[in-house]
């Protein structure tokens, strides 16, 4: 199983990026719970959003509700996760993490820096 996180950089606030997550290996990736974390250096990992297959589970950090768009398109096992208004405070490495009850799959997480 591989997770292949892509689409982070450096960006001003205000501004947005768009990260992408591919899973492949996994047996069937409907059964599967997608989640963003990030971190940021000397801070705990956080959970940032998360879906399942059919939208019947989604949540989001308090902190990026109505900035940050996560979705999934099951027929190329892909998440994305849309991040407007970015800030400073959004600058972490940003992961991907799919689930199926106790089976965690991460992948190397992509970068996001927010700066002017």
């Known amino acids: 199983v591989q997770l292949v996180e892509s689409g982070g950089g450096l960006v001003q606030p205000g501004g947005s990026l768009r990260l992408s997550c591919v899973a492949t290996?996994?047996?069937?990736?409907?059964?599967?719970?997608i989640h963003w974390y990030r971190q940021a250096p000397g801070k705990e990992r956080e959970l940032v959003a998360g879906?399942?297959?059919?939208?019947?589970?989604?949540r989001y950090l308090n902190s990026v509700t109505g900035r940050f768009l996560i979705s999934r398109d099951d027929s190329k096992n892909m998440v994305y996760l849309q991040m407007n208004s970015l800030i400073p405070a959004d600058t972490a490495r940003y992961y991907c993490?799919?689930?199926?009850?106790?089976?965690?799959?991460w992948g190397q997480g992509t970068q996001v820096t927010v700066s002017s």
């Open positions: 879906i399942s297959a059919g939208n019947t589970y989604i």
């Open positions: 993490s799919a689930r199926r009850v106790t089976t965690d799959y």
């Open positions: 290996g996994l047996a069937t990736f409907t059964d599967y719970r």
